[in-house]
């Protein structure tokens, strides 16, 4: 899966347990009709990718949807593998259309359709 956007936080690379597992965030906010702020996880070696962006970059990232349950609760978490910076918000917009738009010119109008000769 890919989330594009625009980068509005980068943070510190952080240190956890006795194995030294690393972690950093980057959160994107997208361009569309109802913009979303979105954190994802960048982990191991996969935290230095960051240090090529700075804030207000339109970034492209491939992410990993992953799952935990911990304490009888289930937690979402997005990790990305890959990112690449894309040219700019009209970039960004071109590859996230609204989901209305995208609605109208897949969803076949009334009257429209042509007659095939299928049996059901």
Known sequence: ????????????TETFG???FKKRQVVIETDSK????????????????LDLYKLDD?????????????NDKFYVN?????????????????????REKVLETEMPQMGDEEEDDLPF
Do not use: C, H
């Open 1 to 12: 899966m890919e989330i594009i956007g625009k980068i509005i936080l980068i943070g510190e």
């Open 34 to 49: 109802y913009p979303q702020t979105i954190p994802v996880d960048f982990t191991q070696d996969k935290t230095g990718l």
């Open 78 to 98: 997005l990790d990305g593998w890959q990112i690449k910076k894309t040219d700019s918000e009209k970039t960004s917009s071109a590859f996230m259309p609204d």
């Open 58 to 70: 339109f970034v492209n990232i491939s992410i990993n949807v992953r799952g935990t349950k911990w």
């Open 18 to 20: 006795a194995k030294g």
